[in-house]
């Protein structure tokens, strides 16, 4: 589905992707680990097209997408959940949600959608008319994901979902990217808490410095040494 080859990406004379080579096959759910300042957000950034690669190539679906403008690349059907969640505060949920599907004219479309999401995240539909900022982290969190998923997302970029939340709204969190995923959306996850992105993913790359030092199943990763010592409190 998606297919990362040889990516670079700069920040000016910062060398942040040093030729990414990653795949994302349809219905799973792949997960990005690395300590922070490893390039994980940036893949991200650079895939959706806010940030310009400096060399290599994107696919999706065999198009290459490398550097298309992100409005064009979320009609491709790949939508983000960006890390810091990042809603608009003043804005009510619906409203929040409605922006969405900007690029969609099909009000039967987005209705539908609106029910799909509110299905997830029962309480969003509670708080439809309260203005975001008002949210708990949580519910913002919900918000922020329930936003990607307006555009009816084939791949789902997801960055840093538990960041800054409470261990119970941890485990509801990746509960729900579960069954996002059992609706048939595969899902590209970075988490800061390796071990729950281990524990739902089928296949896991490790991202050091800018390069893929290791790659494969996930549960496989999780019992390597290294991977434990480095990124699972374990040694």
């Given amino acids: 589905m998606l297919s990362v080859k040889g990516l670079h990406t700069h920040y000016g004379k910062i060398h942040a992707l040093k030729g990414v080579d990653l795949e994302i096959r349809e219905s799973e759910i792949v997960t990005l680990i690395g300590s922070n300042g490893a390039g994980k957000s940036t893949l991200l950034n650079t895939i959706i097209g806010i940030i310009p690669s400096s060399g290599g190539k994107v696919f999706f679906n065999e198009e290459e997408i490398t ?32 922006l969405g599907a900007y690029a969609i004219k099909d009000k039967k479309f987005i209705k539908g959608s609106f029910e799909n999401v509110y299905s997830l995240f029962p309480r969003l539909k509670e708080r439809t ?68 992105a281990l524990s739902i993913a089928d296949r896991a790359y490790v991202l050091e410095t800018g390069t893929i030092v290791l790659s494969g199943d996930a549960k496989e990763l999780s019992k390597n040494d290294a991977v434990r010592k480095a990124y699972l409190g374990n040694t």
């Fill in 129 to 196: 008319k309260q203005t975001a900022g008002t949210l708990s982290g949580g519910e913002q969190q919900m918000l922020a994901i329930g936003r990607a998923l307006m555009s009816d997302p084939k791949l789902l970029l997801l960055d840093e979902p538990s960041l800054g939340l409470a261990p119970n709204l941890v485990l509801m969190i990746f509960k729900l990217i579960a069954d996002i995923n059992k609706q048939g959306v595969t899902i590209l996850l970075i988490e800061q808490n390796a071990n729950m």
């Fill in 67 to 98: 550097n298309m403008p992100p409005h064009a690349i979320v009609k491709k059907r790949i939508c983000m959940s960006p890390e810091g969640r990042e809603v608009f505060p003043q804005l009510t949920v619906q409203e929040n949600l409605r």
